[in-house]
């Protein structure tokens, strides 16, 4: 399994930017479908975005399409969120996942899992 740390988030006014980062440990980061999910206060877990193994292919829920950005760096075991125009409903714990077989929306079909990163959008 790969091992996964989060970092970037903090306090930012509606209507700004963040970009969060989640570094993974091994050599065969390549190899795995990466997603960002999050967890509000109170919520169940929600699907963010997720991103394939090479980068090209991305897909968003369609609460933060046009809003935010998924990338990856292969090179140094890199996945970012980068989040722009957000709203107060973006507040949550964000957190990264990485699956070798699965692209997709469901929570269960990431195995590997990081601590998350609080986001709190201010008015």
């Known amino acids: 399994q790969v091992q996964l740390v989060e970092s970037g988030g903090g306090l930012v006014q509606a209507g700004g930017s963040l970009r969060l980062s989640c570094a993974a440990s091994g050599r065969t980061f390549s190899s795995y479908n990466m997603g960002w999910f999050r967890q509000a206060p109170g919520k169940e877990r929600e699907f963010v975005a997720v991103?394939?193994?090479?980068?090209?292919?991305?897909s968003y829920a369609d609460s933060v399409k046009g809003r935010f950005t998924i990338s990856r760096d292969n090179a140094r075991n890199m996945v970012y969120l980068q989040m722009s125009s957000v709203i107060l409903e973006d507040t949550a714990v964000y957190c990264c996942?990485?699956?070798?077989?699965?692209?997709?929306?469901?929570?269960?079909?990431?195995?590997?899992w990081g601590q998350g990163t609080q986001v709190t959008v201010s008015s």
């Open positions: 996942a990485a699956s070798p077989s699965y692209f997709g929306v469901q929570p269960t079909g990431f195995g590997s």
């Open positions: 991103i394939g193994r090479s980068g090209s292919v991305t």
